[in-house]
């Protein structure tokens, strides 16, 4: 049990929705960020019929002043945050040619952009308690690329560097910050590229070592030991959690 707070991005669904039930599961108060409220609420009463403590909030996480507002918000009924998971992200697969300017800077905005905004506007926080855990959600695409899928992964690959970057600048002051980047995870994100043709589930299931596509709980256990005490020593790491697929 650690009393932390933690803030979770895109956590009223999929992964970050199990990131939030496993980290207020370890004792962590949680807020969530999505820009589905209602779902939000929704996952954070159900943590606190569980005993956990946790605030739903309707945040679209390219909109940096409504970020603001929402990180005072936690100070004030929550604590000041030391966790920060940058899970929120969307893919809209389209064929390259067809890409428009604008779904192209929508994809950097809410994949890339959003990571940077939270980790300004909650650093300070981590700053001040001299200890913090930022762990970016990327996507194991940054090793392979992805047809259908450039704006993505170029966010997704943006999200290594700044990851990278950050560990090297805040590693003396108490605070990692590493990457998970998913394989393929059963979440309604997948299902809807599975829907558009984009993957082949049982091709990809085919191709995994492991022989099965990921859960959401695989992702919150390893974001669960990146935001431990005992996972002090690791930083600027990019984590794989792909059943094997890329190593
Ligand atoms: N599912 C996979 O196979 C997979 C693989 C690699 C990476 N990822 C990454 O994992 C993360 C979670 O994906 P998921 O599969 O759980 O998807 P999901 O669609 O189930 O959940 C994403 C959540 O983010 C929220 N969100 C989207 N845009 C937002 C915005 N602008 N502001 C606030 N919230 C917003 C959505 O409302 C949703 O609740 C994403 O960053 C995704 O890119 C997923």
Redesign the pocket.
């Given at each position: 049990m650690t009393d932390r707070t933690a803030i979770i991005?895109?956590?009223?669904?999929?992964?970050?929705?199990?990131i939030a039930r496993r980290l207020a599961a370890d004792g962590n108060m949680v807020a969530i960020?999505?820009?589905?409220g209602d779902?939000?609420e929704s996952v954070a009463a159900s943590i606190a019929d569980r005993g956990g403590k946790a605030v739903g909030l309707q945040?679209?996480?390219?909109?940096r002043s409504a970020l603001e507002t929402a990180v005072e918000d936690v100070r004030a009924r929550l604590a000041r945050p030391t966790v920060l998971v940058?899970?929120?992200?969307?893919?809209v697969p389209s064929p390259f040619l067809d890409i428009t300017a604008d779904a192209w800077q929508r994809s950097l905005?809410?994949?890339l952009t959003?990571a940077f905004d939270c980790c300004q506007l909650v650093l300070p926080d981590m700053i001040d308690e001299g200890w913090g855990r930022i762990v970016n959600?990327?996507?194991?695409?940054v090793h392979s690329g992805s047809p259908g899928l450039s704006p993505?992964v170029s966010a997704?690959s943006g999200v290594v560097g700044l990851t990278k970057s950050l560990a090297l600048e805040f590693g003396k002051l108490g605070i990692t910050v590493n990457t998970i980047?998913?394989?393929?995870?059963?979440?309604?994100?997948?299902r809807?590229?599975v829907a558009k043709g984009f993957v082949d589930l049982d091709l990809q299931t085919a191709k995994t070592p492991v022989g099965r596509?990921?859960r959401?709980e695989d992702?919150a256990a390893t974001c669960a030991f990146l935001v431990s005490d005992e996972a002090g020593y690791i930083t600027g790491q990019m984590i794989g959690v792909n059943g094997g697929r890329n190593t």
């Open positions: 991005t895109g956590g009223a669904s999929g992964i970050g929705e199990a960020f999505d820009l589905d779902a939000a945040v679209d996480v390219t909109d940058n899970n929120a992200g969307m893919s905005a809410v994949n959003a959600i990327s996507s194991s695409s993505y997704k980047p998913p394989g393929f995870i059963d979440t309604p994100m997948l809807n590229t596509i990921g959401p992702i």
